[in-house]
């Protein structure tokens, strides 16, 4: 492998993280009422959380990539002289995004294309771009790249909370909405990501703060005696995030640093505003 180019797709939330190497990032559309925004470019996470404050009403949706725009994205990187390309994408639970890759991925010709889905969402996708990052600098292959992404994808958990249920079920995101009926809304359910990939429903619970102490718990049951990198993900919510860091590092002080990341409108448009999220990744 001479040159491996690297790319995600913008649920990653990458924007919003430091680094110093080349990603591409293909970004979907934010769309506000009867406008459409591209994510970050147009759109940034403060601009989208500042007008769902002052829109209560208004319902965001999202629309991926083409498949066109990823051949294109495959092709400008070959043109560059990239002769493999890694593409991390959402959960292919979750969107079309990784079905539009693989797409593309067959047209594309001089180039060789791998498409990870990463069965997650945010941050998880991010610590898969800086593992391969690392691992490609280390000399490794292709192949032994993938397979330390595999590891992530196979150990990693994330639980969360949402304030309002109806960004979830509305939009799709929600793989057990069967189980909500339209009068169970004001239910703030602990959910998580599954092993296959899908936002799911564990545990009903009634009130936001309820959902959040659970999520707390869950994470501290989950990670009893396992040597992990945790972080917090959350849609505007920087007061719950200060309450989870304390609570989490009361308890296991040993864990020290616990990063927080901002999501993207790509995403938050499903979560709503104040969604939080524990997770972990395991050390290898």
């Known amino acids: 492998m001479k040159k491996l180019g690297l790319m995600v797709c913008t649920n990653s939330s990458i924007d919003y993280l430091n680094y110093d190497f080349d990603v591409k990032i293909i970004r979907s559309m934010v769309i506000m009422g009867d406008k459409e925004f591209v994510d970050y470019e147009e759109l940034t996470a403060p601009e989208f959380y500042d007008m769902l404050d002052k829109n209560p009403n208004i319902l965001p949706r999202t629309s991926m990539a083409s498949t066109g725009t990823m051949l294109e994205a495959y092709e400008t990187l070959r043109d ?31 180039v060789d294309v791998h498409v990870f889905d990463s069965k997650s969402v945010g941050y998880i996708e991010c610590a898969m771009i800086f593992k391969a990052h690392e691992d490609y600098l280390a000399g490794k292959s292709i192949e032994e790249i993938i397979a330390d992404l595999e590891f992530i994808r196979d150990n990693n958990k994330i639980y969360f909370a949402v304030n309002d249920l109806k960004f979830l079920i509305k939009n799709g995101r929600l793989s057990n909405a069967a189980g909500f009926m339209a009068n169970m809304l004001k239910i703030k359910p602990l959910l998580e990501i599954d092993k296959q990939g899908a936002v799911v429903s564990i545990e009903k619970i009634r009130t936001f703060s309820k959902a959040v102490d659970r999520v707390i718990e869950k994470f501290l049951e989950e990670t009893v005696g396992k040597d992990v990198e945790v972080f917090i993900i959350h849609a505007n919510n920087p007061e719950t995030t200060l309450y989870i860091r304390e609570k989490v590092l009361t308890v296991r002080p040993e864990l020290g640093e616990i990063k927080d990341y901002l999501l993207a409108p790509a995403v938050a448009a499903h979560s709503g505003q104040g969604a939080i999220t524990v997770g972990y990744i395991l050390k290898k």
Do not use: H, P, R
Request: no cysteine.
């Open 80 to 110: 560059q002289g990239y002769d493999t390309i890694l593409f991390v994408t959402i959960s292919s639970k979750m969107s079309g995004i990784y079905d539009n890759a693989v797409m593309a991925k067959n047209m594309v010709e001089g």
